[in-house]
Protein backbone atom coordinates (compact mmCIF):
# COMPACT_ATOMS: atom_id res chain seq x y z
CA UNK A 1 0.00 0.00 0.00
CA UNK A 2 3.06 2.57 0.53
CA UNK A 3 4.10 1.80 -2.84
CA UNK A 4 0.88 2.35 -4.69
CA UNK A 5 -0.01 5.60 -2.70
CA UNK A 6 3.27 7.35 -1.93
CA UNK A 7 5.39 5.69 -4.82
CA UNK A 8 2.11 5.60 -7.87
CA UNK A 9 2.99 1.67 -8.21
CA UNK A 10 -0.09 0.44 -10.12
CA UNK A 11 -1.90 -2.11 -8.37
CA UNK A 12 -1.84 -4.28 -10.93
CA UNK A 13 2.16 -4.70 -11.02
CA UNK A 14 1.97 -5.14 -6.94
CA UNK A 15 -1.11 -7.82 -7.94
CA UNK A 16 1.23 -10.00 -10.39
CA UNK A 17 4.60 -9.15 -7.77
CA UNK A 18 2.87 -9.94 -4.41
CA UNK A 19 0.52 -12.79 -5.94
CA UNK A 20 -3.00 -11.05 -4.64
CA UNK A 21 -5.81 -10.19 -6.41
CA UNK A 22 -6.09 -7.22 -7.59
CA UNK A 23 -9.74 -6.67 -5.94
CA UNK A 24 -8.17 -7.33 -3.26
CA UNK A 25 -5.40 -4.52 -3.27
CA UNK A 26 -7.74 -2.05 -3.97
CA UNK A 27 -9.82 -3.27 -0.83
CA UNK A 28 -7.21 -3.01 1.20
CA UNK A 29 -6.03 0.53 -0.10
CA UNK A 30 -9.69 1.93 0.67
CA UNK A 31 -9.36 0.66 3.81
CA UNK A 32 -6.51 2.64 4.54
CA UNK A 33 -7.39 5.55 3.13
CA UNK A 34 -10.22 5.74 5.64
CA UNK A 35 -7.83 4.47 8.39
CA UNK A 36 -4.06 5.00 7.72
CA UNK A 37 -2.74 2.93 10.63
CA UNK A 38 -2.30 -1.14 11.31
CA UNK A 39 -5.80 -1.54 12.70
CA UNK A 40 -7.14 -0.05 8.90
CA UNK A 41 -5.90 -3.29 7.28
CA UNK A 42 -6.89 -5.84 9.78
CA UNK A 43 -9.79 -8.50 8.24
CA UNK A 44 -12.92 -7.93 9.24
CA UNK A 45 -14.66 -10.26 11.16
CA UNK A 46 -17.83 -12.19 10.33
CA UNK A 47 -21.15 -10.14 11.22
CA UNK A 48 -22.66 -13.12 12.42
CA UNK A 49 -19.33 -14.61 14.40
CA UNK A 50 -19.99 -16.44 17.61
CA UNK A 51 -23.62 -16.73 16.33
CA UNK A 52 -24.71 -20.32 15.58
CA UNK A 53 -27.47 -21.42 12.76
CA UNK A 54 -28.56 -24.03 15.07
CA UNK A 55 -32.13 -23.36 17.48
CA UNK A 56 -30.95 -22.32 20.91
CA UNK A 57 -33.30 -25.13 22.27
CA UNK A 58 -30.92 -28.06 20.44
CA UNK A 59 -27.90 -26.67 21.22
CA UNK A 60 -29.30 -26.78 25.16
CA UNK A 61 -30.19 -30.23 24.44
CA UNK A 62 -26.48 -30.69 23.00
CA UNK A 63 -25.01 -29.17 26.35
CA UNK A 64 -27.59 -31.08 28.76
CA UNK A 65 -26.54 -34.52 27.32
CA UNK A 66 -22.66 -33.41 27.08
CA UNK A 67 -22.86 -32.41 30.98
CA UNK A 68 -24.18 -36.02 32.11
CA UNK A 69 -22.26 -38.29 34.46
CA UNK A 70 -20.77 -40.15 33.18
CA UNK A 71 -19.64 -37.67 30.13
CA UNK A 72 -21.59 -39.82 26.79
CA UNK A 73 -19.09 -39.71 23.82
CA UNK A 74 -19.61 -36.96 21.01
CA UNK A 75 -21.25 -40.00 18.63
CA UNK A 76 -23.59 -41.17 20.93
CA UNK A 77 -24.87 -37.46 21.24
CA UNK A 78 -24.78 -36.92 17.75
CA UNK A 79 -26.87 -40.08 17.68
CA UNK A 80 -29.44 -38.90 19.87
CA UNK A 81 -30.14 -35.20 19.25
CA UNK A 82 -30.56 -36.65 15.54
CA UNK A 83 -33.02 -39.01 16.80
CA UNK A 84 -34.79 -36.51 18.54
CA UNK A 85 -34.69 -33.72 15.52
CA UNK A 86 -37.69 -35.04 13.42
CA UNK A 87 -40.20 -34.76 16.45
CA UNK A 88 -39.61 -31.55 17.43
CA UNK A 89 -39.02 -29.53 13.81
CA UNK A 90 -35.54 -30.04 13.72
CA UNK A 91 -33.24 -30.19 11.22
CA UNK A 92 -30.70 -33.13 12.27
CA UNK A 93 -27.39 -30.94 13.22
CA UNK A 94 -23.91 -32.52 11.78
CA UNK A 95 -21.36 -34.71 13.52
CA UNK A 96 -19.60 -31.37 13.52
CA UNK A 97 -21.87 -29.45 14.74
CA UNK A 98 -22.56 -30.89 17.67
CA UNK A 99 -18.88 -31.36 18.33
CA UNK A 100 -18.30 -27.76 18.49
CA UNK A 101 -21.22 -27.16 20.49
CA UNK A 102 -19.48 -29.66 22.98
CA UNK A 103 -16.06 -28.00 22.75
CA UNK A 104 -17.94 -24.37 23.17
CA UNK A 105 -18.75 -25.75 27.10
CA UNK A 106 -17.43 -23.60 29.81
CA UNK A 107 -14.63 -26.11 30.79
CA UNK A 108 -15.56 -24.63 34.57
CA UNK A 109 -18.88 -26.18 33.93
CA UNK A 110 -17.98 -29.14 32.25
CA UNK A 111 -15.27 -30.01 35.07
CA UNK A 112 -18.07 -28.85 38.11
CA UNK A 113 -20.96 -31.29 36.02
CA UNK A 114 -18.60 -34.45 35.67
CA UNK A 115 -15.70 -34.19 38.20
CA UNK A 116 -17.48 -32.72 41.04
CA UNK A 117 -16.73 -29.44 43.55
CA UNK A 118 -13.61 -30.40 44.77
CA UNK A 119 -11.91 -30.39 41.03
CA UNK A 120 -13.61 -27.41 40.40
CA UNK A 121 -12.56 -25.97 43.40
CA UNK A 122 -8.90 -26.99 42.96
CA UNK A 123 -8.99 -25.93 39.27
CA UNK A 124 -11.06 -22.69 38.54
CA UNK A 125 -11.35 -21.18 41.95
CA UNK A 126 -9.74 -17.65 43.11
CA UNK A 127 -7.26 -18.55 45.22
CA UNK A 128 -5.09 -15.89 47.41
CA UNK A 129 -1.83 -16.30 47.89
CA UNK A 130 -0.49 -14.97 51.30
CA UNK A 131 3.21 -13.84 50.96
CA UNK A 132 5.44 -13.39 54.05
CA UNK A 133 7.69 -10.54 54.18
CA UNK A 134 10.15 -11.44 57.09
CA UNK A 135 11.71 -14.39 58.55
CA UNK A 136 9.94 -15.96 61.68
CA UNK A 137 6.52 -14.46 60.52
CA UNK A 138 4.95 -17.86 59.90
CA UNK A 139 6.02 -21.55 59.95
CA UNK A 140 4.48 -24.53 58.11
CA UNK A 141 4.58 -27.61 59.68
CA UNK A 142 3.64 -31.07 57.71
CA UNK A 143 4.54 -34.80 57.95
CA UNK A 144 5.18 -37.48 54.74
CA UNK A 145 5.38 -40.81 54.22
CA UNK A 146 9.22 -41.16 52.51
CA UNK A 147 9.24 -43.21 49.59
CA UNK A 148 12.41 -45.34 50.99
CA UNK A 149 12.67 -48.32 53.14
CA UNK A 150 14.83 -48.73 56.09
CA UNK A 151 15.35 -51.21 58.80
CA UNK A 152 13.98 -50.84 62.06
CA UNK A 153 15.78 -52.17 65.55
CA UNK A 154 14.79 -55.78 64.80
CA UNK A 155 16.02 -56.00 61.34
CA UNK A 156 12.28 -55.51 59.87
CA UNK A 157 11.86 -53.38 56.83
CA UNK A 158 9.68 -50.24 57.45
CA UNK A 159 8.57 -47.04 55.35
CA UNK A 160 9.39 -44.09 57.78
CA UNK A 161 7.80 -40.65 58.06
CA UNK A 162 9.21 -37.20 57.87
CA UNK A 163 7.92 -34.02 59.78
CA UNK A 164 8.95 -30.43 58.59
CA UNK A 165 8.75 -27.22 60.29
CA UNK A 166 9.70 -24.45 57.24
CA UNK A 167 9.98 -21.14 57.63
CA UNK A 168 7.63 -19.49 54.83
CA UNK A 169 9.35 -16.45 54.21
CA UNK A 170 13.12 -17.95 53.30
CA UNK A 171 12.02 -21.33 52.49
CA UNK A 172 14.99 -22.85 55.34
CA UNK A 173 13.99 -25.93 57.22
CA UNK A 174 13.92 -24.73 60.80
CA UNK A 175 13.46 -28.33 61.83
CA UNK A 176 12.30 -31.68 61.32
CA UNK A 177 12.24 -35.41 62.71
CA UNK A 178 12.44 -38.61 60.72
CA UNK A 179 10.47 -41.56 62.67
CA UNK A 180 8.34 -44.59 62.31
CA UNK A 181 4.82 -45.43 63.06
CA UNK A 182 2.28 -43.15 62.90
CA UNK A 183 2.49 -39.11 63.31
CA UNK A 184 1.41 -38.41 66.56
CA UNK A 185 1.99 -35.19 68.56
CA UNK A 186 5.37 -36.79 70.29
CA UNK A 187 7.17 -36.06 66.91
CA UNK A 188 5.55 -32.89 66.30
CA UNK A 189 6.72 -31.72 69.41
CA UNK A 190 10.37 -32.98 68.94
CA UNK A 191 10.51 -31.26 65.82
CA UNK A 192 8.84 -27.53 67.05
CA UNK A 193 11.71 -28.04 70.16
CA UNK A 194 14.33 -28.45 67.28
CA UNK A 195 12.92 -25.24 65.41
CA UNK A 196 13.11 -22.98 68.34
CA UNK A 197 16.57 -23.68 69.58
CA UNK A 198 19.78 -23.29 68.41
CA UNK A 199 21.51 -25.60 66.18
CA UNK A 200 25.17 -26.83 67.48
CA UNK A 201 26.22 -26.50 63.16
CA UNK A 202 26.44 -22.40 62.43
CA UNK A 203 25.61 -23.51 59.34
CA UNK A 204 22.05 -24.07 60.20
CA UNK A 205 20.92 -20.51 61.68
CA UNK A 206 17.36 -21.47 61.85
CA UNK A 207 15.70 -20.47 65.36
CA UNK A 208 14.05 -18.37 67.49
CA UNK A 209 9.63 -18.35 67.88
CA UNK A 210 7.69 -17.81 65.18
CA UNK A 211 4.38 -15.30 65.32
CA UNK A 212 2.50 -18.15 63.71
CA UNK A 213 2.54 -21.56 62.83
CA UNK A 214 0.21 -23.03 60.08
CA UNK A 215 -0.92 -26.32 59.50
CA UNK A 216 -3.62 -28.92 58.56
CA UNK A 217 -6.60 -30.68 60.86
CA UNK A 218 -3.77 -34.08 62.14
CA UNK A 219 -4.99 -35.32 65.43
CA UNK A 220 -1.15 -33.97 66.62
CA UNK A 221 -1.52 -30.81 65.54
CA UNK A 222 -5.32 -30.36 66.92
CA UNK A 223 -4.22 -31.63 70.64
CA UNK A 224 -4.54 -29.83 73.64
CA UNK A 225 -0.88 -29.97 74.06
CA UNK A 226 0.18 -28.18 70.95
CA UNK A 227 -2.53 -25.64 72.01
CA UNK A 228 -0.65 -25.38 75.18
CA UNK A 229 2.13 -25.11 73.88
CA UNK A 230 1.51 -22.00 71.43
CA UNK A 231 -0.39 -20.24 74.06
CA UNK A 232 2.61 -20.27 76.59
CA UNK A 233 4.96 -19.65 73.43
CA UNK A 234 2.93 -16.38 72.59
CA UNK A 235 2.37 -17.96 68.69
CA UNK A 236 -0.74 -18.09 66.42
CA UNK A 237 -1.67 -21.69 65.74
CA UNK A 238 -3.76 -21.78 62.13
CA UNK A 239 -5.09 -24.56 60.61
CA UNK A 240 -5.75 -24.70 56.57
CA UNK A 241 -9.18 -25.76 55.10
CA UNK A 242 -10.20 -29.21 55.49
CA UNK A 243 -9.06 -31.13 52.05
CA UNK A 244 -7.45 -27.79 50.73
CA UNK A 245 -4.01 -28.75 49.98
CA UNK A 246 -3.07 -25.46 48.43
CA UNK A 247 -2.61 -23.53 51.43
CA UNK A 248 0.23 -25.85 52.00
CA UNK A 249 2.22 -25.72 48.48
CA UNK A 250 5.35 -24.55 49.67
CA UNK A 251 5.89 -27.48 52.48
CA UNK A 252 4.52 -29.63 49.92
CA UNK A 253 7.07 -28.79 47.15
CA UNK A 254 10.09 -28.76 49.63
CA UNK A 255 8.37 -32.40 49.85
CA UNK A 256 8.83 -33.03 46.03
CA UNK A 257 12.96 -32.15 46.87
CA UNK A 258 13.65 -34.72 48.80
CA UNK A 259 11.95 -37.30 47.10
CA UNK A 260 13.67 -36.37 43.90
CA UNK A 261 16.75 -35.65 45.06
CA UNK A 262 17.66 -37.47 48.26
CA UNK A 263 15.54 -40.61 48.03
CA UNK A 264 16.48 -42.06 44.81
CA UNK A 265 19.86 -42.35 45.60
CA UNK A 266 19.27 -43.97 49.16
CA UNK A 267 19.04 -48.08 49.69
CA UNK A 268 15.31 -49.32 49.67
CA UNK A 269 14.11 -46.32 47.36
CA UNK A 270 11.00 -47.07 46.45
CA UNK A 271 9.79 -45.39 43.16
CA UNK A 272 6.52 -44.42 41.97
CA UNK A 273 4.08 -47.01 40.38
CA UNK A 274 5.84 -49.90 42.42
CA UNK A 275 2.82 -50.64 45.03
CA UNK A 276 5.39 -49.80 47.86
CA UNK A 277 8.27 -51.99 46.77
CA UNK A 278 11.75 -51.42 46.94
CA UNK A 279 13.80 -51.40 43.76
CA UNK A 280 17.00 -52.47 45.99
CA UNK A 281 17.38 -53.98 49.48
CA UNK A 282 16.61 -51.79 52.68
CA UNK A 283 19.94 -50.86 54.43
CA UNK A 284 19.58 -47.50 56.45
CA UNK A 285 18.42 -47.38 60.31
CA UNK A 286 16.90 -44.78 61.66
CA UNK A 287 19.78 -42.82 62.49
CA UNK A 288 21.50 -43.59 59.63
CA UNK A 289 18.55 -41.53 57.24
CA UNK A 290 18.65 -38.91 59.72
CA UNK A 291 21.85 -38.04 59.49
CA UNK A 292 21.74 -37.75 55.62
CA UNK A 293 18.61 -35.86 55.83
CA UNK A 294 20.40 -33.43 58.26
CA UNK A 295 23.60 -33.13 55.78
CA UNK A 296 21.66 -32.41 52.64
CA UNK A 297 19.76 -29.71 54.71
CA UNK A 298 22.89 -28.13 55.61
CA UNK A 299 25.24 -28.58 52.91
CA UNK A 300 23.04 -28.55 49.68
CA UNK A 301 19.26 -27.23 50.08
CA UNK A 302 20.38 -24.28 52.47
CA UNK A 303 23.33 -23.21 50.97
CA UNK A 304 21.52 -23.38 47.24
CA UNK A 305 19.80 -20.64 45.46
CA UNK A 306 15.93 -21.58 45.76
CA UNK A 307 14.17 -20.64 42.06
CA UNK A 308 11.42 -18.81 43.58
CA UNK A 309 13.08 -16.41 46.10
CA UNK A 310 16.23 -16.11 44.63
CA UNK A 311 18.16 -16.25 47.39
CA UNK A 312 19.73 -19.48 48.99
CA UNK A 313 17.28 -20.28 52.08
CA UNK A 314 20.00 -20.15 54.98
CA UNK A 315 21.01 -16.76 53.11
CA UNK A 316 17.39 -15.17 53.48
CA UNK A 317 16.10 -15.86 56.66
CA UNK A 318 19.74 -14.15 57.80
CA UNK A 319 19.29 -11.08 56.11
CA UNK A 320 20.78 -7.88 57.02
CA UNK A 321 21.20 -9.54 60.60
CA UNK A 322 18.61 -9.34 62.98
CA UNK A 323 17.41 -10.93 66.14
CA UNK A 324 14.49 -13.59 66.51
CA UNK A 325 12.41 -14.08 69.46
CA UNK A 326 13.28 -16.22 72.31
CA UNK A 327 11.46 -17.55 75.10
CA UNK A 328 11.54 -15.42 77.70
CA UNK A 329 13.33 -18.34 80.36
CA UNK A 330 15.43 -21.49 79.00
CA UNK A 331 13.11 -23.83 80.79
CA UNK A 332 9.73 -22.95 78.62
CA UNK A 333 11.61 -24.92 75.75
CA UNK A 334 11.18 -28.28 78.07
CA UNK A 335 7.24 -27.46 77.24
CA UNK A 336 8.17 -28.31 73.61
CA UNK A 337 9.64 -31.84 73.94
CA UNK A 338 8.07 -35.29 72.84
CA UNK A 339 7.02 -37.27 75.54
CA UNK A 340 3.73 -36.05 77.32
CA UNK A 341 3.88 -35.47 81.13
CA UNK A 342 4.67 -37.94 83.40
CA UNK A 343 4.07 -38.40 87.31
CA UNK A 344 6.51 -40.36 89.44
CA UNK A 345 7.51 -39.94 93.11
CA UNK A 346 10.70 -38.74 94.57
CA UNK A 347 12.49 -41.82 96.08
CA UNK A 348 15.24 -41.35 98.28
CA UNK A 349 17.39 -42.28 95.90
CA UNK A 350 16.27 -40.10 93.25
CA UNK A 351 13.77 -40.49 90.49
CA UNK A 352 13.21 -44.21 88.87
CA UNK A 353 12.15 -43.95 85.45
CA UNK A 354 12.23 -46.42 82.65
CA UNK A 355 14.33 -48.91 84.74
CA UNK A 356 16.68 -46.17 85.39
CA UNK A 357 17.84 -43.73 88.55
CA UNK A 358 17.98 -39.92 87.96
CA UNK A 359 19.05 -37.91 90.82
CA UNK A 360 20.13 -34.35 91.55
CA UNK A 361 20.52 -32.79 94.60
CA UNK A 362 16.61 -30.14 94.64
CA UNK A 363 15.22 -33.67 94.82
CA UNK A 364 16.32 -33.92 98.51
CA UNK A 365 13.83 -31.42 99.72
CA UNK A 366 10.84 -33.55 97.63
CA UNK A 367 11.21 -36.87 98.86
CA UNK A 368 7.90 -38.83 98.87
CA UNK A 369 6.25 -36.15 97.27
CA UNK A 370 5.00 -36.95 93.50
CA UNK A 371 6.52 -34.41 90.87
CA UNK A 372 6.05 -33.80 87.21
CA UNK A 373 8.53 -35.58 84.89
CA UNK A 374 9.50 -34.37 81.02
CA UNK A 375 12.71 -35.88 78.58
CA UNK A 376 13.36 -36.24 75.34
CA UNK A 377 13.90 -38.96 73.89
CA UNK A 378 17.11 -37.98 72.02
CA UNK A 379 18.98 -37.94 74.96
CA UNK A 380 18.44 -40.34 78.16
CA UNK A 381 21.14 -38.95 80.41
CA UNK A 382 18.44 -36.51 81.78
CA UNK A 383 14.90 -35.41 82.49
CA UNK A 384 13.20 -32.36 83.51
CA UNK A 385 11.10 -32.44 87.18
CA UNK A 386 8.31 -29.84 88.19
CA UNK A 387 6.51 -29.39 91.21
CA UNK A 388 2.61 -27.90 90.87
CA UNK A 389 3.78 -26.76 87.54
CA UNK A 390 6.76 -25.50 89.01
CA UNK A 391 10.17 -26.37 87.23
CA UNK A 392 12.58 -27.75 89.45
CA UNK A 393 15.55 -28.90 88.23
CA UNK A 394 17.34 -30.92 85.93
CA UNK A 395 17.88 -35.07 87.31
CA UNK A 396 20.87 -36.85 85.84
CA UNK A 397 21.46 -40.60 84.89
CA UNK A 398 25.11 -40.82 86.31
CA UNK A 399 25.65 -43.78 84.40
CA UNK A 400 24.50 -41.89 81.17
CA UNK A 401 25.23 -38.23 81.48
CA UNK A 402 28.75 -39.46 80.02
CA UNK A 403 27.47 -39.80 76.78
CA UNK A 404 23.91 -38.95 74.22
CA UNK A 405 21.81 -41.90 74.59
CA UNK A 406 18.46 -41.82 72.76
CA UNK A 407 15.48 -43.70 74.80
CA UNK A 408 15.06 -45.88 72.17
CA UNK A 409 18.88 -47.27 72.05
CA UNK A 410 18.48 -47.69 76.11
CA UNK A 411 15.35 -50.04 75.42
CA UNK A 412 16.95 -51.73 72.76
CA UNK A 413 20.32 -52.33 74.67
CA UNK A 414 18.24 -53.66 77.85
CA UNK A 415 16.18 -56.19 75.72
CA UNK A 416 19.61 -57.42 74.12
CA UNK A 417 20.81 -58.02 77.61
CA UNK A 418 17.85 -59.93 78.56
CA UNK A 419 17.55 -61.84 75.87
CA UNK A 420 21.33 -62.81 75.98
CA UNK A 421 20.61 -63.68 79.46
CA UNK A 422 17.78 -65.83 78.69
CA UNK A 423 19.73 -67.83 76.45
CA UNK A 424 22.49 -68.79 78.48
CA UNK A 425 19.97 -69.39 80.81
CA UNK A 426 18.35 -72.18 78.43
CA UNK A 427 21.78 -73.51 77.72
CA UNK A 428 22.44 -73.55 81.41
CA UNK A 429 18.83 -75.97 82.06
CA UNK A 430 19.59 -77.97 78.92
CA UNK A 431 22.58 -79.02 80.34
CA UNK A 432 21.49 -80.07 83.87
CA UNK A 433 18.62 -81.78 82.21
CA UNK A 434 21.06 -83.94 80.39
CA UNK A 435 23.06 -85.14 83.82
CA UNK A 436 22.52 -88.25 84.59
CA UNK A 437 19.56 -88.77 87.44
CA UNK A 438 20.64 -88.74 90.75
CA UNK A 439 19.37 -91.69 92.53
CA UNK A 440 22.08 -92.34 95.63
CA UNK A 441 19.09 -91.74 97.84
CA UNK A 442 15.94 -92.14 96.06
CA UNK A 443 13.67 -94.36 97.53
CA UNK A 444 13.45 -98.45 97.10
CA UNK A 445 11.06 -99.25 94.18
CA UNK A 446 7.40 -100.10 95.25
CA UNK A 447 6.14 -104.08 94.80
CA UNK A 448 5.00 -104.72 91.61
CA UNK A 449 0.92 -105.10 91.55
CA UNK A 450 -1.02 -108.70 91.15
CA UNK A 451 -2.94 -108.76 87.77
CA UNK A 452 -6.02 -108.22 89.80
CA UNK A 453 -5.12 -105.72 91.58
CA UNK A 454 -5.92 -101.66 89.46
CA UNK A 455 -3.04 -99.58 88.16
CA UNK A 456 -1.95 -97.07 90.43
CA UNK A 457 -3.94 -94.01 89.23
CA UNK A 458 -1.67 -91.02 87.41
CA UNK A 459 -0.57 -87.83 89.36
CA UNK A 460 -2.47 -84.93 87.47
CA UNK A 461 -0.76 -82.64 85.43
CA UNK A 462 1.02 -79.51 86.98
CA UNK A 463 0.50 -76.31 85.13
CA UNK A 464 3.66 -74.93 84.56
CA UNK A 465 3.64 -71.08 84.43
CA UNK A 466 3.20 -69.37 80.95
CA UNK A 467 5.95 -67.08 80.28
CA UNK A 468 6.44 -64.73 77.13
CA UNK A 469 9.20 -62.91 75.43
CA UNK A 470 9.09 -59.66 76.84
CA UNK A 471 9.78 -61.39 80.37
Not at 57 to 74: F, Q, S, Y
Not at 115 to 125: C, P
Not at 265 to 292: F, K, N, R
Request: charged share 25%; aromatic share 6%; net charge positive.
Amino acid sequence: MRQHLDDGVPLTRLAAHAQVSVRTLQRWAAEYRADSSAAGLHRQARSDRGHRRLPAELIAVIEALALRRPAPTTAFIHRRVCDLAPERGWAPPSYSSVRSVIAAIDPGLRTLALEGDTAYRDRYELVHRRTTVRPNEQWQADHTLLDVAILDHRGRPVRPWLSVILDDYSRAVAGYTVFTGAPNAEQTALALHQAVRAKPDPRWPVQGLPEVLYSDHGADFTSTRLDRVCLDTHIRLIHSRVGVPQGRGKIERFYGTITTEVLPHLPGHIPHGTGGTPTSPPALSLEQLDAVVQRYLIEDYHARVHSETGQAPAARWIGAGWIPRTPARGEDLDLLLLTAATTRIVQRDGIRFHGTRYICPVLAAYVSETVTIRYDPRDAGEVRVYHQDTYLCRAIAPELAAETITLQQLQQARSARRAALKQQLRARRSLADALPADDRWAPPPAPVPGPAADPPAEPAPRHRLRTYATD
